[in-house]
């Protein structure tokens, strides 16, 4: 049998980029994935709202960047008929790698529909897995939290590997804690120890010494990187090819300046005729940490000629865009 994605892209080193509601657009995919992100993975997509819903395939959370792969798309939902037929909707419009089923949003929202709730009634979500695998061929993932308000993690992911799971990610808190506290890696690593599938973990990675310390020491098959990554995508660099080296100030302003373009190119004008950054105000200053006099421009930009006029005194200097990485471009010994 020929391997999955997943097993196919662990054989790099490297990290992946998590699914962030509001932040893991195409843009931000797009430039985790040039810097060597081993997949990525989108916002998490309400199954009801693809079944049921309008204009999906239009729909901007599933819509790939052009030339987009490694890119797996992340369902939610709690009915085993609706994310069956929302797995052949997505693999249909998106083109995704693999389809990952959201077993950790806290938000009140989604309880009630699935996300965290799952954890409550784990073999509804062992149901839900077995329903997804069904309708495709591709991979099928579920990420999961430690548990409700305890940890359940073993017995979770044992219970999706038997139904299934291709693989499994797991952030270390429960749902109770939401993103309070520090994750768990030692629980990360009795779930690693304790199924027949690559885990991922997932919590409180903001730098590539820590992430390759993390992955060696939980004995998971790769880390996940979200918050630590939004504005730093070199992150996964780091960890693609060995090269912590950050780029310099300059680098990084072109490198924020082109994810304006990007999300510009993506999105195109707004209903107002704007071709509108706003969203990207809490992103920009990211890129720039160390150069808090920007800060003030860079959460009032509408456009990109904003983006360019905050970064104008960074921009000067003509460096150029930090250059792509292929995934398994690590030139030395496997870290
Ligand atoms: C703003 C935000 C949105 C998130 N949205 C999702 C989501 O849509 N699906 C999901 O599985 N996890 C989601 N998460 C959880 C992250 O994927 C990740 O597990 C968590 O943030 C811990 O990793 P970090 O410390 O590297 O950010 C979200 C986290 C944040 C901060």
Known sequence: ????????????????????????????????????????????????????????????????????????????????DILAEAVRRAETWFTPAAIDLNMGCPVPKVRGRGGACLLQTPEVAYGLITAMRGATRLDVSAKIRLGWDENRSVEIAQGLAAAGASLITVHGRTSAQRYTGEADWDAIARVAAAVPVPVVGSGDILTAAQARA??????????????????????????????????????????????????????????????????LRKVLPRYLPDFPELRDALVQVDTVADVAAALSPLLEDAVPLPAPVAVGAYAGRRP
């Open 1 to 80: 049998m020929t391997p999955g994605f997943y097993a196919r892209r662990l054989q790099a080193p490297g990290a992946v980029l998590a699914p962030m509601a509001g932040y893991s657009d195409a843009p931000l995919r797009q430039l985790a994935a040039e810097q060597g992100a081993l997949w990525t993975v989108s916002e998490m997509i309400s199954s009801r709202g693809l079944v049921l819903g309008g204009e999906s395939e239009k729909l901007t959370l599933g819509r790939p960047y052009p030339g987009e792969e490694g890119r797996v798309v992340q369902l939610f939902g709690a009915e085993p």
């Open 214 to 279: 993390r992955r060696r020491e939980a004995g998971v098959a790769a880390v996940m990187i979200g918050r630590g990554a939004v504005g730093n995508p070199w992150l996964f660099r780091a960890l693609a090819t060995g090269d912590d080296a950050l780029p310099p100030a300059a680098g990084r302003a072109r490198t924020a300046l082109r994810h304006a373009e990007l999300h510009v190119a993506f999105y195109g004008p707004d209903r107002y005729g704007l071709a509108s950054v706003r969203p």
